[in-house]
């Protein structure tokens, strides 16, 4: 059993609810989705075996807060994710999942092992892609067993629609998660802080707590 794997390294989290949190990122290779603003463009990636991974996590011996799986989308792995989180729990670490939260089979197969769950919302506007509602749904519904938040990236485009169809998701799905507004970076972002600023106050209005966070790693140039 192996997984492409494009790079592990530790940094702290730019973005989301655990902003500034040291952890160890171990990215995934490869995902099922195409989405315009991605910002993530991989070309290498180096196979391991789940044990492989597993001694070079335990090289890092500075405290982390968890090891964030990222991508890429890491539920493309899924049987190896179940075996490295096998070894990881074993040694105390915890473990924070970043998706794009559309595989809720491959979640079902790792949700008692997960502790807390970064979940995107693919708004279609802003994709780019079609309607993933269904799947949002049916994966929110499994994610909300654990600590789980919300990410949605906020583009000029986007259309008030998708905001009100997430919240309607969020509050009948998983009613104390948070939303976080996150701008597209590829963007003017005085342009979108109008935007930003309704959405939140639309989200907060319709009963889901929002935010808004854009990614500080790359305000600071870091990793």
Known sequence: ?????????????????????????????????????????????????????????????????????????????????????????????????????????????????????????????STGMGNLWHLHKKFLKIAAKKEVFLKAIICQATHEDDLKQAVEIIKETSPASVLVLQPNSYENQALLREKLIKFKELANQGGVTACVIPQIHKIMGIR
């Open 1 to 125: 059993m192996k997984a492409r794997i494009a790079e592990v390294f530790d940094s702290i989290q730019g973005e989301g609810l655990y902003l500034g949190e040291k952890q160890l990122f171990v990215r995934f290779f490869n995902c099922n989705l195409s989405c315009a603003y991605c910002d993530t463009k991989l070309d290498r990636f180096i196979e391991y075996e789940p044990r492989e991974l597993f001694e070079e996590i335990k090289l890092y011996r500075d405290k982390f807060h968890s090891i964030s799986f990222t991508g890429g989308e890491p539920l493309l792995y899924a049987d190896f994710l179940r075996e490295i989180l096998k070894l990881t729990c074993g040694r105390g670490h915890r473990h924070y999942l970043e998706t794009n939260g559309t595989l809720f089979f491959e979640l079902e197969k790792l949700i008692d092992r997960l502790d807390i769950i970064a979940m995107d919302l693919k708004f279609p506007s």
